[in-house]
């Protein structure tokens, strides 16, 4: 086992090195999702792009040590759950699993000595993903929200909650008005995509948003990932969208903004803020556009 000192540094450096350039994603199957729930230190792997892998700014000893001494802490105590929340994972090649989320809690699980840890297994969209649902559509012209921000009920007021089984399953509530609005958009020509810095398995979205009757073209999971490479993948996301789409318009709680591609102009047309009227509104505006 990695512990700690000089060969605890030598650990993570040659697990760096045996995946960096090597290792992609792979999906996994909805059962194997399902009944994931623990998994072995030893077959998970840091991320080679994430912060927590470069050398100038990771892994963050502070951190782990937090960590070790909360592990210390529940044990003193006779209990088992080490950490409020899972690590999120992704199968990955050539073996084991990728971290995606919790690279510190598992740093400190391996000194401390613990050997499974609870996990979240998922699978995040990716540029084929992208490319895939890009080459589904023939629109010009696209709609982007965010899921949290605008989609999910939040404080606002939510839609009918889904009947049983689905709903012990699907437990996000979606904001009132979003099915109508994004129905409205789709028969109008717009593609809507929905994005999320969360770290959503992209079918797991989809089937909420199906089950709720919320229409899209495509989801974007783990928009919040701090790795290496980020701006040049950005960049490349971006450009599929601006090859394919000559319009985007972005919904906030507060506007409608547009912007056309290759031109850094934008138009914004704000919203009153009115709850109850925020879909009303939104259709209203896209209703001057044609």
Not at 67 to 89: G, K, P
Not at 105 to 116: E, K, P
Not at 198 to 209: G, K, P
Request: aromatic letters at 10%; glycine letters at 8%.
């Amino acid at each position: 086992m990695a512990g700690k000192g000089t060969n605890f540094d030598e650990f993570i450096a040659s697990e760096i090195k045996k995946y960096r350039g090597v290792s992609i994603p792979v999906k996994s199957g909805l059962l194997r999702r399902a009944l994931m729930r623990k998994c072995s230190w030893k077959k998970m792997h840091p991320n080679p792009d994430d912060e927590f892998s470069m050398p100038e700014i990771g892994p963050n000893r502070e951190i782990i040590s937090r960590y070790e001494q909360q592990i210390r802490d529940v044990r003193a105590h006779a209990q088992h759950n080490f950490f409020s929340d899972r690590l999120i994972i992704q199968r990955m090649r050539p073996d084991g699993y990728m971290i995606l989320n919790g690279h510190h809690r598992w740093a400190a699980a391996m000194r401390a000595g613990v050997a499974t840890l609870p996990v979240k297994l998922v699978n995040l969209t990716g540029e084929k993903d992208i490319e895939k649902m890009l080459a589904q559509s023939s629109n010009t012209k696209r709609v982007t929200m965010d899921l949290d921000e605008v989609v999910l009920a939040g404080k606002g007021m939510p839609e009918k909650t889904l009947p049983f089984p689905f709903s012990t399953v699907y437990r996000e509530k979606i904001r009132l008005g979003v099915p109508a609005l994004t129905r409205f958009l789709t028969s109008a020509g717009y593609d809507v995509w929905i994005y999320t810095s969360e770290y959503y398995s992209t079918e797991y979205l989809q089937r909420l948003l199906k089950l709720n009757r919320v229409y899209v073209q495509g989801i974007i999971t783990g928009t919040g990932r701090k790795i290496r490479g980020r701006k040049e993948a950005g960049e490349r996301v971006d450009s599929l969208f601006a090859k394919h789409y000559t319009d985007t318009y972005h919904i906030d709680g507060r506007a409608v903004l547009h912007t056309s591609s290759g031109n850094r102009d934008f138009r914004e047309f704000p919203l009153s803020g009115e709850p109850d009227r925020w879909s009303a509104e939104i259709m209203d505006i896209f209703g001057t556009f044609r």
